[in-house]
């Protein structure tokens, strides 16, 4: 896919409405739990620095495609969970290792945030001076002042989810341990898997993606569909009503990823797929109908028959073979 696919699926799922969908099918099997309002915006990229060669330290930098932190009252308290979303227009053979490295740096980051902190504490504790305000301040232990990061810290969950916006089915390994050709089980038994949490609509049942309750549901439909004509009419009927009304950037996704044809002004706010469907399709049939009465000319049948057999008005045949008098 072209990196206008890849730009496009990600503006899309950047919609607070779209992301919380993802989240709230994967987590909560489609109920409404993450309200759209509890999200907020994080900078996705990420940046660790691991001790290089001789004790130098090697700066690396990674980039989420949407990352966003939930933040909700559970109990009492306010509970953290940061949310990440990878788009994928092609399968990635190596996606347990890429998600695991962001979720690795995403804590990695929350381990320095945490040292940071403590840190600038502890300087103005030292510049100010002991005062009786300080008395309650901790001083931290050997093993808490070495790691920055103290024994009643806690770190706030990472869960990715890659959204694969690809009509066939994903082939993929879906796990560290599926890139591995490990049989020894006295091996296996030390390692720890991590496993690729996927969406991927070829590969969903129709009452699955009917969980989605954003535009995400008509984009999973048209593309799992894409490339079968008949399933595809099928579908638009069974929905046409909420195709009738597709949200721009949907039908964006759908016409980048698709390559289906659909037209439409860009200044729309929503866009009927059921009825851009219908106009590609009569096109269609028009050409299929021009290059057979040109054949049918060129054998020498008459205009008259060649329209009967094409089933349009011998003017408007005359005119696609260019014969005077005739309207196209």
């Not at 309002?37 to 990229?45: A, C, G, H, K, V």
């Not at 308290?77 to 998600?99: C, D, F, P, R």
């Not at 093993?143 to 990472?158: H, Q, V």
């Not at 040109?294 to 005359?318: P, S």
Request: charged share 30%.
């Amino acid at each position: 896919m072209p990196l206008k696919a890849d730009t496009i699926t990600k503006d899309y799922v950047k919609d607070a409405g779209v992301f919380a969908d993802i989240f709230n099918y994967y987590i909560y099997g489609g109920r409404q739990v993450i309200l759209p309002e509890q999200l907020t915006e994080r900078d996705s990229t990420k940046i660790a620095l691991p001790y290089g060669a001789d004790g130098a330290v090697v700066p690396v930098q990674k980039f989420r495609d949407v990352q966003k932190l939930y933040a909700a009252m559970t109990d009492g308290k306010i509970e953290y969970v940061l949310y990440g979303a990878e788009n994928q227009a092609e399968i990635h053979y190596a996606m347990a290792v890429k998600n695991n490295l962001y979720d690795a740096l995403e804590y990695a980051g929350q381990v320095e945030e945490a040292a940071k902190s403590h840190r600038k504490e502890m300087k103005q504790k030292k510049e100010q001076g002991k005062t009786s305000a300080d008395e309650d301040r901790k001083t931290p232990s050997a093993g808490e002042f070495l790691s920055g990061f103290w024994k009643e810290d806690r770190l706030i969950p990472s869960i990715t989810v890659t959204i694969f916006f690809g009509p066939e089915e994903w082939d993929g390994p879906l796990s560290l341990l599926e890139m591995m050709d490990v049989s020894d089980p006295d091996v296996l038994a030390c390692m720890d898997n991590y496993h690729v949490r996927m969406i991927a609509p070829a590969q969903m049942s129709d009452e699955e993606i009917m969980k989605f309750q954003s535009s995400l549901r008509e984009v999973m439909l048209f593309i799992k569909y894409s490339k079968d004509s008949e399933n595809l009419s099928r579908i638009l009927e069974a929905n046409a009503k909420r195709f009738m009304e597709v949200e721009r950037r949907a039908a964006d996704v759908i016409e980048a990823i698709t390559n289906s044809g659909i037209k439409y002004d860009e200044s729309e706010e929503v866009v009927n797929v059921c009825q851009a469907i219908q106009e590609i399709r009569k096109e269609s049939e028009k050409k299929k109908a021009q290059e057979v009465a040109g054949n049918l000319y060129r054998m020498g049948l008459d205009i008259e028959k060649i329209a009967q057999a094409v089933g349009y008005a011998v003017e408007t045949v005359k005119g696609w073979i260019g014969i005077e008098g005739s309207t196209p």
